[in-house]
Structures are given as C-alpha cells and as structure tokens.
C-alpha cells in the first residue's frame, strides 16, 4: 500500500466528479500532520476487524458514515478551491471549475465502488505509518 501521496485519483473514481473529490481529498489530507489526517479519516470510517490466532486481523465489515463523508467531501473540495485560487494560473481556474461541481451528498448518493474504496485505502496507509 502506498502512502497518501503516492495514491492516484483516477484509481477511485468512476466519473470525473468522482476522480475531481478524490484529489481534493487527498490534497486536503497531505496538508495535515499524519495524526490528525488520521482523526479525521476516523470520523469517517470505522473498520471492524476481527484478529486470528495467528494474530492476522481480517476485516469482517467496515462502516462508513455517509453524513460524515459528504461533509468531509465539502470541506475537502473547499480547501482545493482556496489552494487553487491561491496560484490563480489558467490550470488552477479549470480546477476549480470542476470543484464547484462537486457536491458530497450527490457524490455519496450514487457513489461508485471504487469511490467508496478511498477511505478506505487511506485509513490503511495512515494507519501503517502508526507502527
């Protein structure tokens, strides 16, 4: 598993809303210390895993809360904007063009699986970099 940084958008989205979300996502995330990333990956989502006697933790069900992932969505997608405003280049505008499409209710509505899958694999990097 690769850490924050090395994850690609366009791996978890299955429409250009999708894959536009998971940037900000993740670029909202690399701005925080890795603990706190963490919290608020955690407030999100709740893995249950049940630990073998061999000491192998195997998921059983994860939770995520919908209300909480499209709010986190917002709040990503309105960090990007600010950092995108902030170069004021002609790359940065068509950004934030496609920003202002994104909206996390919508998004997590009809979310796709690979969408879903980016709490996920975020929960996993931040908490490998724990230990």
């Known amino acids: 598993m690769k ?3 090395g994850m690609l958008a366009e791996k978890y989205g299955a429409t250009a ?3 536009v ?3 900000a996502m993740k670029l909202y995330l690399q701005s925080m210390e890795p603990a706190e990333a963490l919290r608020k990956v955690r407030a999100v989502y709740e893995p249950k895993v049940i630990m073998l006697d061999s000491g192998e933790g195997v998921p ?3 939770n995520i809360d919908g209300a909480k992932y499209a709010a986190f969505i917002d709040e990503s997608v309105v960090f990007a904007a600010q950092k995108m405003r902030g170069r004021g280049d002609a790359l940065a505008e068509m950004v ?7 909206d996390g209710k919508c998004l997590i509505k009809c979310a796709s699986v690979e969408f879903m899958s980016f709490i ?3 929960y996993r990097s931040l908490r490998r970099r724990e230990y």
């Open 3 to 5: 850490d924050v940084a």
């Open 96 to 102: 934030m063009e496609k920003l202002k499409a994104v």
């Open 21 to 23: 979300a998971a940037g």
């Open 60 to 62: 059983v069900q994860s």
């Open 120 to 122: 996920e694999d975020v």
């Open 17 to 19: 809303d999708e894959i």
